[in-house]
Antibody
Framework: QVQLQESGPGLVKPSETLSLNCIVS????????WTWIRQPPGKGLEWIGY???????NYNPSLKSRVTISVDTSKMQFSLKVNSVTAADTAVYYC???????????WGQGTMVTVSS | QSALTQPASVSGSPGQSITISCTGT?????????VSWYQQHPGKAPKLMIY???KRPSGFSNRFSASKSGNRASLTISGLQAEDEADYYC??????????FGGGTKLTVL
């Protein structure tokens, strides 16, 4: 049974870098779209980006200049970095998996990140 | 890349049927049969309920069905039950390795 688990600081200061990890268990970390999605408090879901086959990435155009997604296959985890954060980056961050059908079939439980001084 | 349009809220009584619409453009919903729907209960992660427009993952109730016509996708829930009260999100592949979500619809079971 595939499981995803996010981890990282719950509080980040404005202008600093938000860093999160997602540990993958129960499956290979190759051959899927390993994705980050976020949800600001009381709002809807926003697709952030993915890493595929450990090397190909793509990002939401609205975040592209500040976001990096990478993978560490030896640790079975993929990571998200968001630079120069502001209060607008406060959200629950989810990691998720998508397959060939482009649907997100496995989700982590989510981790709340607050941007505040 | 704009968010897909969903009604903010819908409601229905137990046993009734409701439909949630999801309107996109010819660049996403209208071109790709890669529309998915997610159910999210308060404080929980979203859960996949429909993929490739109208397919249900194994174990998901057949009270949930979905379709697409042109730039508009729809989710229908029949025989409403109290546990169906949740937020529902549509999502579409938008080409160029991009995805877009709808703004979400809150379903209230009266």
């Amino acid at each position: 049974q595939v499981q995803l688990q996010e981890s990282g600081p719950g509080l980040v200061k404005p202008s600093e870098t938000l860093s999160l990890n997602c540990i993958v268990s129960g499956d290979s970390i190759s051959s899927y779209y390993w994705t980050w999605i976020r949800q600001p408090p009381g709002k809807g879901l926003e697709w952030i980006g993915y890493i595929y086959n450990s090397e190909s990435t793509n990002y939401n155009p609205s975040l592209k200049s500040r976001v990096t997604i990478s993978v560490d296959t030896s640790k079975m985890q993929f990571s998200l970095k968001v630079n120069s954060v502001t209060a607008a980056d406060t959200a629950v961050y989810y990691c998720a998996r998508a397959q060939y059908d482009h649907a997100f079939d496995i989700w982590g439980q989510g981790t709340m990140v607050t941007v505040s001084s | 890349q704009s968010a897909l349009t969903q009604p903010a809220s819908v409601s229905g009584s137990p046993g009734q049927s409701i439909t949630i619409s999801c309107t996109g453009t010819s660049s996403d919903v209208g071109t790709y049969n890669l529309v998915s729907w997610y159910q999210q209960h308060p404080g929980k992660a979203p859960k996949l309920m429909i993929y490739e427009v109208n397919k249900r993952p194994s174990g998901f109730s057949n009270r949930f069905s979905a379709s697409k016509s042109g730039n508009r996708a729809s989710l229908t829930i029949s025989g409403l039950q109290a546990e169906d009260e949740a937020d529902y999100y549509c999502c579409s592949y938008a080409g160029n390795s991009l995805w877009v979500f709808g703004g979400g619809t809150k379903l209230t079971v009266l």
